[in-house]
Every structure is written in C-alpha cells, then in structure tokens.
C-alpha cells in the first residue's frame, strides 16, 4: 500500500509556494493548467503517487529487487513550481531526490515516455549527481527536449536528450538505446536506476505519433534492466507515466512484470 508523500520530500523537488497552491485546491475540483484538472480527490492520490514513488525507488536501493510503482497521476511534466501535462507532483525526480538524501551518490533517471520530461529535466539542469536520459518524439507537446539540452553549470553533460521522429519504429528505438543509452549509463555508474516508464510511444496510443510494439517496448525495458543488473546490483524502479489506450497500456505493463521478475 502506498503512503503519502511528506511535505520535505515534495520539497526537495517542488517550490512551497506550489506546494502551498497544490494544498488548496484539495477537495476542490480546479483547473491547474489546460491539460491538468483536480477533482476533490486528486490532491489526497497525488500525495499518495509521489509517496508510492519514494518508497519503491529507497526498497530497490536498499534491497537490491526490482520494483514497479503503478501510480498515476503521471508526474514528470510537473515543473518545481507549476503543474502540467496531467502531472501535479514530479513522482520520480521526488523519488530520485529522496534517495540521493538517503545517501546514494548516483542516480540515473531514463524517461522511456512518448513526451519529454520537462520537469525532471528542471529538477536536475545543474544537479551532476542525477543523470537525466530523455527519448521522446519531437518535436513535440511540451515543446522541450533538443538534443542540445544537456545540462547547465555543473550538471552540464549530465542531461542526455534523444528526440526521435514521430513514426519511429522498434528498430530506431531500440538501436538509440543500446548506442547511446546505455553507454551514458555505463559511463556515469548509477547507484540506482530509476525508469520513468510511459507507454504512450506504444503504435495503438492515441496522444502520440510514434510506432512502438509491445515486443519492442519490452526489448528497451530488458535492455534497461539488464544495465541495472551490471552496473547497480539491479538496483531499479519503474514509476509509471504516460499509457492512455487501456489495451496497450495492460499489455506493456505485463511485460514491464515480466521483465523485472
């Protein structure tokens, strides 16, 4: 079961003055953005994501097992000072955040979703300690992500972008990851790797372009796991994100358990 998020986790990532706005609108239904809306019970999930989210990345930091967050709302739009794109709490760089306060030196963050994470990217732009890895189509909503987005001050080179076409097929993506994924992960040496694993790249997905199988998508995961195994003791959290056509969203999320198991 999950539990809530505290108020020094989600501040490690997000402003108190959002925080403060995000506590408002509990029980309320609002408008955050024009893609982000609460009902009266979103605040209460949104705590409970971020905080499914910090204990499945400090249990396969800890441990050494593998786990699987199934949370929603998604979280890596959210900005430190804003929500968007259906995210109010950046579930993963909270999760990333919390480790790294719990002592690892390293944590390696690969979003895997159909849409940039514009929000973990802000988390960490000048953080040379949490390796960012971003494949997504591009351009594309939210209309960040180029390839020359790597970093700032110290974090410079620690902020890794792979805008793909829309219409990429298993191939590419599978071929981005094995050259260019994997080599920054063996290069920076995680502690722990955490997956911000959206499903909407999948073919059948209705909010994105590219043309992704569930056989491919799976491919990336094992690709991924089996780095986690090499470089951090398999030492890895998956954290849901994007995955909007149910049938395809079931499918990946099955192959995500079979993988990590």
């Known amino acids: ?119 973990t990217q802000s988390a960490f732009y000048a953080d040379p300690t949490v390796l960012f890895i971003s494949s997504h189509q591009y351009p594309f909503y939210p209309g960040t992500g180029a390839a020359s987005e790597d970093g700032t001050g110290a974090g410079t080179g620690f902020t890794v972008n792979l805008p793909l076409p829309a219409g990429t097929v298993d191939q590419a993506f599978q071929t981005t990851y094995a050259t260019r994924v994997i080599p920054a992960l063996e290069k920076f040496k995680p502690d722990l790797l955490l997956v911000s694993a959206g499903f909407d790249a999948h073919e059948h997905d209705p909010l994105g372009q590219m043309r992704l199988t569930t056989a491919g998508i799976q491919h990336v995961l094992t690709i991924l796991d089996d780095a986690a195994v090499r470089l951090c003791g398999h030492r890895i959290a998956l954290v849901t994100e994007g995955g909007y056509e149910l049938t395809a969203l079931r499918a990946c999320l099955e192959g995500a358990i079979r993988v990590l198991s």
Do not use: Q
Not at 61 to 80: C, D, S
Not at 88 to 110: T, Y
């Open 1 to 119: 079961e999950p539990r809530k998020a505290t108020r020094d986790e989600l501040a490690r990532v997000h402003t108190a003055d959002y925080l403060d706005e995000i506590d408002r609108a509990s029980g309320r239904a609002t408008m955050l953005d024009p893609d982000t809306f609460t009902s009266p019970e979103t605040v209460e999930i949104a705590y409970l994501a971020a905080g499914a989210a910090v204990d499945a990345a400090l249990v396969a930091w800890r441990t050494g097992e593998p786990v699987l967050a199934l949370v929603r709302p998604p979280g890596h739009h959210a900005e430190p000072d804003r929500a968007m794109g259906f995210c109010l709490f950046n579930n993963i760089a909270v999760a990333a955040a919390a480790v790294r306060a719990a002592g690892a030196g390293r944590v390696a963050v690969v979003d895997i979703d159909v849409h940039h994470g514009n929000g």
